[in-house]
């Protein structure tokens, strides 16, 4: 199976849609930080709690949202 065409592209949607495939490792969490706490958003992609991290620093404080 190669990665350089359309159809097979559509054939490893079709197997992780089946769930031959598992991606669920690749849970996504986010991450927003007030801009007041910039510092702690460093903290936690340095320290990539359980690999990838996506971090978003917020300019205002009402804005902050995370999920």
């Given at each position: 199976?190669?990665?350089?065409?359309?159809?097979?592209?559509?054939?490893?949607?079709?197997m992780?849609?089946?769930?031959?495939?598992?991606l669920s490792f690749l849970e996504r969490r986010r991450f927003a930080f007030a801009l007041s706490e910039v510092n702690e958003a460093f903290?936690?992609?340095?320290?990539?709690?359980?690999?990838?991290?996506?971090a978003v620093v917020l300019p205002s404080e009402n804005s902050l949202v995370t999920a």
């Open positions: 199976m190669a990665l350089d065409g359309g159809c097979e592209v559509l054939e490893i949607i079709a992780i849609g089946a769930g031959v495939i598992d903290e936690l992609v340095g320290s990539r709690p359980g690999g990838f991290v996506n």
